[in-house]
């Protein structure tokens, strides 16, 4: 099983539309959760950190369910520009920096 | 502010070719990372550097040596390339806050723009 996993999609939705992502992680030290997002052939940028509570920027919700393993991604009112590949990234902690990276998942916003 | 900068932003290597990918940041960060990206793989982390003067493996080392000459660069090495090695190269920093090691906190990595590399 794959430390965090990710449907690749790709997600085609229309404008206006909610979309939802989810990322399931295997290990349960798991620390640190992370939303990011990659355009096509750019580097990955930061979209949000994920917290316990849940947490929301704008048309972006972010959830935690550390009993099932698993986080979520909501995208409410798509736009064309939030078409990109969105990357979960999980963080252990402890005395060695291990980042694991989702292999993302696609989303076509289309008009 | 920059952020993170690297070099060259493409490169096409002979099998047995050597070369060096240079990254620099100015954000100040003590930790610097360098990951390679294949499709369908995501991003694999090569080596890290939690400060000026270590250097430590992550999931794919082999093949590669990396130079943390100090606090704003950290490069990457290839002695020998092979095709296995084609492959988008990024370099990444991040602070870590306090209380990292015990759980706490969170921290942001800032990516370079990548390296595409052909070995050919």
């Known amino acids: 099983r794959k430390e965090v996993e990710q449907d690749p999609g790709p997600f085609n939705v229309p404008e206006g539309a909610t979309v939802a992502f989810n990322c399931t992680y295997s290990?349960?030290?798991?620390?640190?959760f992370f939303w990011y997002r990659q355009d096509c052939r750019k580097e990955p940028k930061l979209l949000m950190s994920?917290?316990?509570s849940g947490n929301e920027d704008g048309r972006f919700t972010a959830q935690l369910n550390r009993a099932s393993q698993y986080i979520s991604l909501l995208i409410r009112d798509s736009k064309l520009s939030d078409s990109a590949t969105y990357l979960c990234?999980?963080?252990?902690?402890?005395?060695?920096?291990?980042?694991?990276f989702g292999t993302g998942t696609k989303l076509q916003v289309i008009p | 502010n920059a952020g993170v900068t690297q070099t060259p932003k493409f490169q096409v290597l002979k099998t047995g070719q050597s070369m060096t990918l240079q990254c620099a940041q100015d954000?100040?960060?003590?930790?610097m990372y360098w990951y390679r990206q294949d499709p369908g793989m995501g991003l694999r982390l090569i080596y890290y550097?939690?400060?000026?003067?270590?250097?430590d493996k992550g999931e794919v080392p082999n093949g590669y040596n990396v130079s943390r000459l100090n606090k704003r660069e950290f490069s990457l090495r290839l002695e020998s390339a092979a095709p296995s090695q084609t492959s988008v190269y990024f370099c990444?920093?991040?602070?870590?806050?306090?209380?990292?090691?015990?759980?706490?906190?969170?921290?942001?990595?800032?990516f370079g723009p990548g390296t595409r590399l052909l070995v050919l």
């Open positions: 990444a920093s991040s602070e870590v806050l306090q209380g990292w090691l015990q759980g706490e906190g969170q921290e942001t990595q800032y």
């Open positions: 290990n349960s030290a798991s620390q640190s």
């Open positions: 994920v917290y316990s």
């Open positions: 990234v999980v963080h252990l902690a402890g005395g060695y920096q291990k980042v694991t």
């Open positions: 954000m100040n960060h003590n930790s």
């Open positions: 550097s939690a400060s000026e003067g270590t250097t």
